[in-house]
Structure formats: structure tokens, C-alpha cells
């Protein structure tokens, strides 16, 4: 079975110009979230969806950051103008959210870097 | 302060080894806990949970003091394939969200 799936696995691009990172969770999980990682701040949840609406954005840094979820199948991370402090390493996970807490699974991330 | 805090490391150990972590969380209310394994440039994956009477999967236990607010790893002899960063994570009941401890670093040397 596909796991969570994110691309593109590498991004280098340039200072002003817009990012969009995606995600495909693995099907049938019901909740999805976006992270962020640097070694200076460690990971963080940046948003998170529950069947594709968004519950907590409290962790997206600034207007520059936007994130979609459409449909069950597929999300989007924006940035945009993007600034080379947005550097890191970005996670996708999704879970099947039941009662309580379950085992969310991380996609192999998207490396990002801004001159 | 931080939600989650760990000693960041590294932890230098030889083979054979017994190595323990400690973290700690802010938040009283947390009722969830759990440790991540992170290899180096790959994905966070869930290692076990921690249960409030302590748990063991094979030469792993995981333990929460509740009173004192925190979490603890241990792992017991030590191989060179548990080299790799081990992330305390707490969430709120009937939450998703969860905090992520910086993680500690550790290294299991032949």
C-alpha cells in the first residue's frame, strides 16, 4: 500500500517566488496535517484537517502561508512571496482519526530551499 | 517555556549499552504520549506509546510519571541500528494536535 506522498521531494527556488508543495494522504484516513522542520526550531504542526476542513491553523507562521485540502484525496501547502527563513524540511502526515489518538504517518517531506 | 523539552544530545553509547531519555510537558491536561524514531533525512515514524503503567516492547520501555509531568525511554542493549534521533510527542485528549519534543540524538557505536 502508498504511503502518505509528497512531492516535490526537493525544491530550490529563489526569494519572492511562490512555492506550492502537495500531499496525497493515505487513502481512507480522515485527517491530515503540515509540518515544518529546522534544526533551530525542531518540527512543527503548522496546520491540520479534519475530513478536508481546516481545525487549527494557529501554527501557520505568517499570510504568507496558506494551505488547501479540496478534496479526501489531496493537499496543498503555499508560500507565497516565499523568504529564505522558510527553509526546512516539510512534512505531510495524515490518520484515521477515530476516538482518542491515532497513529499518524509521516510522508517523506519536502526539502525546501530559498536563496 | 517550552510544551515539550529533551535533552537534545548527543548520546554517545558503545554497543551493548543501556541508554536513557527523559522529556518533560508543560501542559497538565496532555493525556496522550508517545515516542517517534527519526533516521537521519527521513520521516518521523511512531516507535510506542506510553501508557501510565509503563510499557515494554522488547528492549524498549516507555514509562509517564504523571506527577511530575514526564515521559522516559529506555533501551536496553543497544544496537547500532538504533542509532537515530528519538522524539518525545504529547497530544490533548480527543486532540490531533500534537507537540513534538526537539528530539535526542543518539549514537550506538561498535
Known amino acids: 500500500d502508498a504511503g502518505v506522498i509528497q512531492s516535490p521531494r526537493h525544491e530550490v527556488t529563489e526569494m519572492g517566488q511562490e512555492v506550492t508543495l502537495r500531499c496525497k494522504p493515505i487513502s481512507g484516513h480522515n485527517s491530515l496535517f503540515w509540518y515544518r522542520q529546522t534544526m533551530m526550531r525542531g518540527l512543527e504542526l503548522l496546520i491540520y484537517?479534519?475530513?478536508?476542513?481546516?481545525?487549527?491553523d494557529s501554527g501557520m507562521p505568517e499570510d504568507r502561508f496558506s494551505a488547501k485540502m479540496p478534496n479526501a484525496s489531496f493537499s496543498t501547502l503555499k508560500i507565497q512571496p516565499s523568504e529564505p527563513r522558510d527553509s526546512a524540511v516539510y512534512f505531510c502526515?495524515?490518520?484515521?482519526?477515530?476516538?482518542?489518538?491515532?497513529?499518524?504517518?509521516f510522508g517523506p517531506g519536502t526539502r525546501l530551499t530559498v536563496l | 517555556r517550552k510544551e515539550v523539552e529533551q535533552d537534545p544530545g548527543p548520546f554517545n553509547v558503545p554497543e551493548g549499552a543501556t541508554v536513557a531519555f527523559n522529556c518533560t510537558y508543560s501542559n497538565s491536561a496532555s493525556q496522550s504520549f508517545f515516542w517517534y524514531r527519526q533516521d537521519c533525512r527521513k520521516e518521523p515514524k511512531l516507535l510506542m506509546s506510553v501508557y501510565s503503567s509503563g510499557n515494554e516492547d522488547g528492549r524498549f520501555t516507555a514509562q509517564l510519571n504523571r506527577a511530575s509531568q514526564y515521559i522516559s525511554l529506555l533501551i536496553r542493549d543497544s544496537k547500532l541500528s538504533d542509532s537515530a534521533t528519538y522524539l518525545c510527542?504529547?497530544?490533548?485528549?480527543?486532540?490531533?494536535?500534537?507537540?513534538f519534543g526537539a528530539g535526542t540524538r543518539l549514537t550506538v557505536k561498535p
Open positions: 510527542v504529547v497530544i490533548l485528549y480527543n486532540n490531533n494536535d500534537m507537540r
Open positions: 502526515a495524515s490518520s484515521l482519526r477515530d476516538r482518542g489518538y491515532n497513529e499518524q504517518f
Open positions: 484537517f479534519n475530513n478536508n476542513v481546516p481545525i487549527d
